[in-house]
């Protein structure tokens, strides 16, 4: 087994440190941003045939807080329509805001490092109502899908994850990322940003398919080059990440045999740089053989976790916040100013708890398990006393690991920046990496920060379902350990996302995009 490269799980031990984050490596950085190469936001297939997703389509009621914990599927029908509703509130462009001078700012369904939307969805499905089968890219700006492959491939793709149940979906997103869309600003730190931006996404997606009945999973273990063949990708460029299957449709057909295409895309910019360590860990992270796979799918679900005794306990959860999800995510945006007043221990207790309640996807067994670690600086909470925690989310408390005001200390850890010192709570997402590498190979660095992203990502629906902000921050990743030392000794960080109360009023005007409910 340790013959493939996933299993010399040392890369990614490389990888992460030669990316960390410190105060001199950021200085010495030297890195600019060239404004002449900035990518375009959207990937444009220019010659493939087009079909135009409804506008008016339903819109997922659930409550938001309902929505984003839910770890249930039920068997709704996958639609045209339900499939656009999905599509919208997991990937869509959701508003526009234009700036004095002409500028203009586009607005996701999800939140993006540095809105940039390296994240590309693509539709592997069946025959639908209104949708013949095949494989589509999902175009965002124009809300239409463009056919790259006609025909049911949906076995091919069960294939390629060893997964029946992929055959038998009416149809399954397939997640990727285009490198250059975040290289350019993040250079090779940009692999870490793949996930924790898919997994964000993913958090809408699963809170969609939740609030409408649509019975959603994710499979992160699959043969890459393979799928990477089926959507026609440049991996050199752009790489499969996560499947979603979706709904079910009965028994599989034999899908088409996968002859090789060259779609053409208009380039995202005048030029690219290449960043070899980011395509370097992705390979070492690549499952290539059908045996490898199967290995990895059949690792333990690890040692279960020892709930220290003493905790601090929180306050009962709200069970519903009073807004739909579809209006949450419709009106959400990255705090990018925090007012640094108070939020209740109720409320950051809500988002915490609906944020942790289990992921259904194919490393975890179930609810109750977790890769990850939530480390708290707690600044401006009502009946918490400032300082740093340990959340745990098996018994709903807080370990207290140090107490004090820290405001200072949670700007500086988040990479020097304001909204750390002025949300209500810092959240650090950190794991022991050893035996996680240990379980998955170098697949475990991918699933370690994906969680950290879905778990960030539905701390946003929380709190935007709750009527305060969010923001996800990078950080100095020694430091953040250092902090919250001796109890995170060993472990790494792998995320922060903040909360609080967002600050009004910045300048340019938005243009909510005129999607009809039905």
């Given at each position: 087994?340790n013959?493939?490269?996933n299993?010399?799980?040392?890369?990614?031990?490389?990888y992460?440190?030669r990316?960390?984050?410190?105060?001199?490596?950021?200085?010495?950085?030297g890195?600019?941003?060239d404004?002449?190469?900035?990518?375009?936001?959207?990937?444009v297939?220019p010659?493939?045939?087009v079909?135009p997703?409804p506008?008016?389509?339903?819109?997922?009621?659930r409550?938001?807080?309902?929505a984003?914990g839910?770890f249930?599927g039920?068997?709704?029908?996958l639609?045209?329509?339900?499939?656009?509703s999905?599509?919208?509130?997991?990937?869509?462009?959701?508003?526009?805001?234009?700036?004095?001078?002409?500028?203009e700012?586009?607005?996701?369904?999800a939140?993006s490092?540095?809105?940039?939307y390296q994240?590309?969805?693509?539709?592997?499905?069946?025959?639908l109502?209104g949708?013949?089968?095949?494989?589509?890219?999902?175009?965002p700006?124009?809300?239409?899908?463009?056919?790259l492959?006609?025909?049911?491939?949906?076995?091919e793709?069960?294939?390629?994850?060893l997964?029946?149940?992929i055959?038998?979906?009416?149809?399954?997103?397939?997640?990727t990322?285009i490198?250059?869309?975040?290289t350019?600003k993040y250079?090779?730190r940009?692999?870490?940003?793949?996930?924790?931006?898919s997994?964000?996404?993913?958090?809408?997606?699963?809170?969609?398919?939740a609030?409408?009945?649509?019975?959603a999973?994710?499979?992160?273990?699959f043969?890459?080059a393979?799928?990477n063949?089926?959507?026609?990708?440049?991996?050199?460029?752009?790489?499969s990440?996560?499947?979603a299957?979706?709904g079910?449709?009965?028994?599989?057909t034999?899908?088409?045999?996968?002859?090789?295409?060259?779609?053409?895309?208009?380039?995202?910019s005048?030029?690219?740089?290449?960043?070899?360590?980011v395509?370097?860990?992705?390979?070492?992270?690549?499952?290539?053989?059908?045996d490898?796979?199967?290995?990895?799918?059949?690792?333990?679900?690890?040692?279960?976790?020892?709930?220290p005794?003493?905790?601090?306990?929180?306050p009962?959860?709200?069970?519903?916040?009073?807004?739909?999800?579809?209006?949450?995510i419709s009106?959400?945006?990255?705090?990018?100013?925090?007012?640094g007043?108070?939020?209740?221990?109720?409320?950051?207790?809500t988002a915490l708890?609906?944020?942790?309640?289990?992921?259904?996807?194919?490393?975890?067994?179930?609810?109750?398990h977790?890769?990850?670690?939530?480390?708290?600086i707690?600044?401006?909470?009502?009946?918490?006393?400032?300082?740093a925690y340990?959340?745990?989310p098996?018994?709903?408390?807080l370990?207290?690991?140090?107490?004090?005001?820290?405001?200072?200390q949670?700007?500086?850890?988040?990479l020097?920046q304001?909204?750390?010192s002025?949300?209500s709570?810092?959240?650090?997402?950190?794991?022991?990496?050893?035996?996680?590498?240990?379980?998955?190979?170098?697949r475990?660095?991918?699933l370690?920060?994906l969680?950290?992203?879905?778990i960030?990502?539905?701390?946003?629906?929380g709190a935007?379902g709750?009527g305060f902000?969010?923001?996800?921050?990078?950080?100095?990743?020694?430091?953040?350990v250092?902090?919250?030392?001796?109890?995170?000794?060993?472990?790494?960080?792998l995320?922060?996302t903040?909360l609080?109360?967002?600050?009004?009023g910045?300048?340019?005007?938005?243009?909510?995009?005129?999607?009809a409910?039905?």
């Amino acid at each position: 087994m340790n013959s493939f490269p996933n299993r010399a799980s040392e890369a990614a031990r490389e990888y992460h440190d030669r990316t960390a984050h410190s105060g001199a490596s950021v200085r010495q950085s030297g890195h600019y941003l060239d404004w002449d190469t900035k990518p375009f936001l959207y990937k444009v297939y220019p010659d493939l045939p087009v079909t135009p997703l409804p506008r008016e389509f339903p819109q997922p009621a659930r409550d938001t807080l309902e929505a984003a914990g839910a770890f249930e599927g039920a068997g709704g029908a996958l639609t045209l329509e339900t499939l656009a509703s999905l599509l919208f509130f997991t990937a869509g462009l959701t508003r526009k805001k234009t700036y004095p001078g002409g500028g203009e700012m586009h607005f996701r369904a999800a939140p993006s490092t540095g809105a940039l939307y390296q994240t590309e969805v693509y539709v592997v499905a069946g025959d639908l109502p209104g949708l013949p089968g095949g494989v589509y890219h999902f175009s965002p700006g124009d809300f239409c899908l463009r056919r790259l492959r006609a025909g049911d491939f949906r076995s091919e793709l069960g294939i390629a994850a060893l997964d029946e149940g992929i055959s038998t979906s009416a149809a399954t997103l397939v997640f990727t990322a285009i490198y250059w869309r975040n290289t350019w600003k993040y250079q090779a730190r940009a692999y870490r940003h793949l996930f924790w931006d898919s997994g964000t996404m993913l958090a809408n997606h699963l809170a969609t398919g939740a609030a409408m009945g649509i019975p959603a999973r994710l499979v992160t273990f699959f043969l890459d080059a393979r799928v990477n063949r089926l959507l026609a990708l440049d991996a050199d460029k752009e790489v499969s990440l996560e499947l979603a299957p979706l709904g079910s449709a009965g028994a599989p057909t034999l899908s088409p045999s996968v002859e090789p295409i060259s779609p053409r895309s208009l380039p995202l910019s005048s030029a690219e740089v290449d960043y070899p360590l980011v395509r370097q860990m992705h390979a070492a992270s690549s499952l290539l053989e059908a045996d490898e796979l199967t290995a990895v799918r059949a690792s333990g679900p690890g040692a279960p976790r020892n709930v220290p005794p003493g905790l601090l306990s929180l306050p009962e959860p709200l069970p519903v916040a009073g807004r739909p999800l579809g209006e949450a995510i419709s009106r959400r945006g990255s705090t990018r100013q925090f007012s640094g007043e108070r939020i209740s221990a109720r409320a950051m207790a809500t988002a915490l708890f609906h944020a942790t309640r289990g992921i259904p996807a194919d490393f975890l067994p179930g609810p109750g398990h977790r890769l990850v670690d939530l480390y708290l600086i707690v600044n401006a909470v009502d009946g918490i006393a400032p300082g740093a925690y340990c959340y745990w989310p098996e018994a709903h408390g807080l370990e207290q690991l140090q107490s004090g005001d820290y405001r200072g200390q949670a700007g500086f850890l988040c990479l020097d920046q304001a909204l750390g010192s002025e949300a209500s709570v810092a959240i650090f997402f950190l794991a022991d990496l050893g035996p996680i590498l240990e379980r998955f190979g170098n697949r475990g660095y991918r699933l370690a920060n994906l969680e950290a992203g879905i778990i960030g990502g539905r701390c946003y629906l929380g709190a935007y379902g709750q009527g305060f902000g969010a923001s996800g921050l990078t950080f100095y990743d020694g430091d953040v350990v250092r902090f919250f030392s001796p109890h995170a000794q060993g472990k790494d960080a792998l995320f922060v996302t903040v909360l609080g109360r967002s600050v009004r009023g910045a300048p340019g005007i938005e243009v909510p995009l005129q999607i009809a409910k039905k």
